[in-house]
C-alpha cells in the first residue's frame, strides 16, 4: 500500500490540487483558472505535472520546455508566488511549505501570451543595455593564452551560471513598479564582466548601471533575488558589489543616492548612530522642502530628534578610532 | 526555568523616529519578566547603505555591536529587521571566515574589543516564539484581542535571505512565513490571510525613488485593507515608517485612500497583555490607532 504524505514525514503519494492560470491573449477577454486534482508522487517535478495536464487533460495547455535538466532557463514559472523551475522543482518540497493546494500561474501575469508562456522583450532589452558580453581587445594570432586564475575566477562568485530564466527579474518588486529599472539578472550580468579581468568595458558598463532611476540605486534591496535564483547566482550581492565598484572606480556622481549612503560613514563618524534628519537633508540637499509635511507631522509626534539632542553612542572616540583606521572607500 | 536575559541592539531608529518602539519593546519585556541590557555603545548598523560604499568598514562596525554582547555574555536581539539583516550577515561572514575575521579582529584590537562568535543574533519576535514561547505569551493575555482582523506585515530583511535568516529562525519560511499571524492567533486575534505580507515596502529607496516605494507600500496597504484588516502589524521600524508616517503620500500615489491603523508587533502585543496605551507609546503613532 502506498503511504500518503504528511508534512513531515517521507510518503510515496500526494493528492494535491493545482489550481492552474488559463489565457489566450488572441481569443480570451480575462483570464481564468481550471482547477486538476493530482496523485502526485515523491518523485516528480512541477514540469511532470504540467506535462500531465496537457497530455491527459488539455492538449491546448501552453507551456516553454526545452532542457528539463535545469539549464536552458525556459520553464520558468511560479507556484503559490513562489519563482520555480518547473524542471528542476520537487512538488514535495512545495507541499512542504504550501500544503495540498497550488496555483500555477506564469511569471508574469501581465505579460501572457497564452497560458505560461510570457512575452521576455522587456527582460531581454534590459539584459541588452548592460553589454552582457565581454569587451576586449583581443591579438588575433596571441603568442600565449590569456589565463584567468582560479582565484580570478573565483572573484565571479557564481555570477557565470545565470541561465536567463528570469525567475529573479519577475520576483523583483522594483520591476513590478518601475519598469525603467534594469533588474538583477541584466544587473548580475554586468557584475559578471565588470569583475572579469580580461573585460576592458568596465566604465562604460558603470556608467549605464549607475544612471538614476534605472539602475543599481533603484535595487529596492528585498533579497527576493537572491532567494528566487535557481542557480545561486544571488544577484543582490552582485549589484551591492557594483556599488561598491561605482566609488572605487570614481565613477559615483554625487547625487540624492550616492550622498544617501556616503552620510551614513559621516553620522557614524559624528555619533555613531544615524543622524535621521540631517540624513535626509543632506541627501536630498534642496528636494529636503517636499519632506516638509512629513517632517511635522512626525514631529507632533515625538518623532523628530533635534541636533542639539541628537543621540550618542557611548565610547565614541572607539567609534571615531576605528571609522579613520578602517576605512576603505573614498568619496 | 531560569529568568531570560537579553542584550537589545537598538540600532537608530528606535532612539530617533519610532521612539514608541524602544518603550513598547521595555514595556512588554518588563511585563514577560525577561531582563534587558540595552548595548548603548551599539553604532548604526549601516542600513545596507553604508555597505554599498564601505563594506568593510561596516563589517568592523557591526562585529563590534556584536562585542558588546559576548562581553556580557548574552545574546544580541535586534528590534529592526534591517539591523537583523546586516548584524546576522556579518556575524555569519566572520564566523565562516577565518581570514576576514583576523583582518576585522586586527581593527578591533586596536580599540582593544576581539570578535569571537559566541553570542546569537535574533530578532525580537523569534525571541518571542523560540525563548518565551507562545504559549507561554497566550497565558498572560489579559485583553484578547478577539474583535480584531490583524493583517501581518513580515518585511523583508527578517525572512531574506533564508540562508542567512534560517540561523536564527529556524523554520521561518519566506514564502509562507508564520511566526507574527501565529502570534496574533495566541494573543486571540483574527490572522488575516494576504498575499503581500512577504512582500517588500520599498524603504530603501525612499529618497532617490519615492515612487517605487509609495507604490509597493501602497500595495500592501490597499492588499491588507481590501482582506479586511482592521489594522497591520510589523516587527521593523523601517517598514512602520513608510506605512504608518507616508499614509497621505502614499494614498496620493495610488489613488486609493490607504488610511489604516499600524502597529509595532510589541505595540499590539503589549496591548493584549493589558499595558496600558501610553506606556506603549500609541499616542505617538502617526495614523491614528482607532481600536484602542
Same mark, same amino acid.
Do not use: W
Given at each position: 500500500m502506498l503511504k500518503e504524505c504528511s508534512l513531515n514525514s517521507v510518503c510515496d503519494k500526494m493528492e494535491i490540487t493545482f489550481k492552474v492560470f488559463r489565457f489566450n491573449a488572441e481569443t480570451d477577454y480575462l483570464p481564468y483558472y481550471q482547477d486538476f486534482t493530482l496523485e502526485v508522487s515523491e518523485d516528480e517535478v512541477v514540469l511532470d505535472i504540467l506535462n500531465r495536464i496537457k497530455w491527459d487533460f488539455d492538449g491546448s495547455f501552453s507551456y516553454r520546455r526545452s532542457c528539463r535538466h535545469g539549464i536552458c532557463g525556459s520553464c520558468a514559472i511560479k507556484v503559490n508566488s513562489k519563482a520555480v523551475l518547473a524542471c528542476k522543482e520537487r512538488v514535495i518540497d512545495l507541499y512542504k511549505i504550501f500544503g495540498s493546494n497550488m496555483t500555477i500561474e506564469p511569471q508574469s501575469k501581465s505579460r501572457v501570451v497564452k497560458d505560461m508562456i510570457i512575452d521576455k522583450k522587456d527582460f531581454w532589452s534590459k539584459y541588452d543595455s548592460v553589454k552582457p558580453y565581454l569587451v576586449s581587445e583581443i591579438d588575433e594570432n596571441p603568442a600565449t593564452e590569456h589565463l584567468v586564475s582560479p582565484e580570478q575566477y573565483e572573484e565571479l562568485h557564481e555570477a557565470d551560471t545565470c541561465i536567463q530564466c528570469g525567475c529573479c527579474y519577475y520576483s523583483c518588486p522594483a520591476v513590478e513598479v518601475n519598469e525603467n529599472y534594469t533588474g538583477p539578472a541584466a544587473l548580475a550580468k554586468a557584475y559578471r564582466f565588470n569583475f572579469d579581468p580580461r573585460d576592458d568595458a568596465k566604465h562604460e558598463r558603470l556608467d549605464i548601471v549607475n544612471k538614476l532611476g534605472s539602475g543599481i540605486w533603484d535595487c529596492v534591496k528585498c533579497f527576493e533575488c537572491a532567494e528566487a535564483c535557481p542557480k545561486g547566482v544571488d544577484p543582490i550581492h552582485k549589484i551591492t558589489a557594483l556599488h561598491t565598484q561605482t566609488f572605487k572606480e570614481g565613477k559615483a556622481k554625487s547625487n540624492v543616492a550616492t550622498r544617501h549612503a556616503v552620510f551614513f560613514k559621516t553620522s557614524i563618524n559624528q555619533h555613531g548612530l544615524l543622524d535621521e534628519g540631517l540624513l535626509v537633508a543632506y541627501s536630498e540637499g534642496l528636494g529636503v522642502v517636499k519632506h516638509i509635511p512629513e517632517a511635522i507631522s512626525m514631529l507632533k509626534k515625538g518623532k523628530i530628534v533635534m541636533p542639539w539632542n541628537m543621540p550618542k553612542s557611548k565610547n565614541l572616540a572607539e567609534v571615531k578610532k576605528l571609522v579613520k583606521i578602517s576605512s576603505t572607500a573614498k568619496f | 526555568m531560569s529568568k531570560i536575559k537579553y542584550a537589545i541592539? *537598538?540600532? &537608530? *531608529? @528606535?532612539? !530617533?523616529?519610532? @521612539? !514608541?518602539?524602544?518603550? #513598547? *519593546?521595555?514595556? +512588554? &519585556? $518588563? $511585563?514577560?519578566?525577561?531582563? +534587558? +541590557?540595552?548595548?548603548? !555603545?551599539? *553604532?548604526? &548598523?549601516?542600513? #545596507?547603505?553604508?555597505?554599498?560604499?564601505? !563594506?568593510?568598514?561596516?563589517? +568592523?562596525?557591526?562585529a563590534r555591536n556584536i562585542c558588546y554582547a559576548e562581553r556580557l555574555g548574552l545574546d544580541l536581539i535586534t528590534l529592526c529587521n534591517t539591523c537583523q539583516l546586516n548584524t546576522a550577515f556579518t556575524k555569519e561572514r566572520l564566523d565562516n571566515d577565518s581570514e576576514l575575521k583576523a583582518k576585522v579582529n586586527e581593527k578591533l584590537a586596536e580599540v582593544g574589543l576581539e570578535y569571537k562568535g559566541t553570542s546569537k543574533v535574533k530578532h525580537f519576535v523569534y525571541a518571542l516564539k523560540d525563548d518565551v514561547g507562545y504559549d507561554v505569551i497566550k497565558e498572560k493575555v489579559e485583553k484578547p484581542l478577539s474583535q480584531f482582523n490583524v493583517a501581518s506585515f513580515y518585511g523583508c530583511h527578517n525572512i531574506r535571505p533564508s540562508k542567512l535568516q534560517n540561523i536564527s529562525n529556524k523554520t521561518e519560511n519566506p514564502y509562507k512565513p508564520t511566526s507574527l499571524d501565529d502570534l496574533v492567533v495566541a494573543l486571540g486575534g483574527k490572522a488575516v490571510e494576504y498575499q503581500r505580507k512577504n512582500s517588500c515596502c520599498g524603504f530603501h529607496v525612499d529618497l532617490q525613488a519615492p515612487e517605487t516605494a509609495h507604490k509597493l507600500t501602497g500595495n500592501i496597504l490597499l492588499d491588507a485593507i481590501d482582506n479586511n484588516a482592521d489594522c497591520v502589524i510589523t516587527p521593523c521600524p523601517l517598514c512602520h515608517l513608510n506605512m504608518d508616517v507616508k499614509q497621505s503620500h502614499v494614498s496620493k500615489t495610488m489613488g486609493r485612500d490607504v488610511s489604516i491603523p499600524v502597529l509595532h508587533m510589541q505595540q499590539l502585543l503589549g496591548l493584549a497583555l493589558g499595558i496600558d496605551p501610553k506606556e506603549l507609546g500609541i499616542d505617538k503613532n502617526v495614523t491614528k490607532v482607532t481600536m484602542v
Open positions: - | 541592539y *537598538t540600532g &537608530c *531608529t @528606535p532612539r !530617533e523616529s519610532t @521612539p !514608541e518602539l524602544l518603550m #513598547s *519593546t521595555l514595556a +512588554v &519585556c $518588563k $511585563k514577560l519578566d525577561i531582563e +534587558v +541590557v540595552l548595548l548603548d !555603545e551599539a *553604532t548604526c &548598523c549601516g542600513a #545596507s547603505h553604508l555597505q554599498d560604499f564601505d !563594506e568593510f568598514l561596516s563589517l +568592523v562596525l557591526n
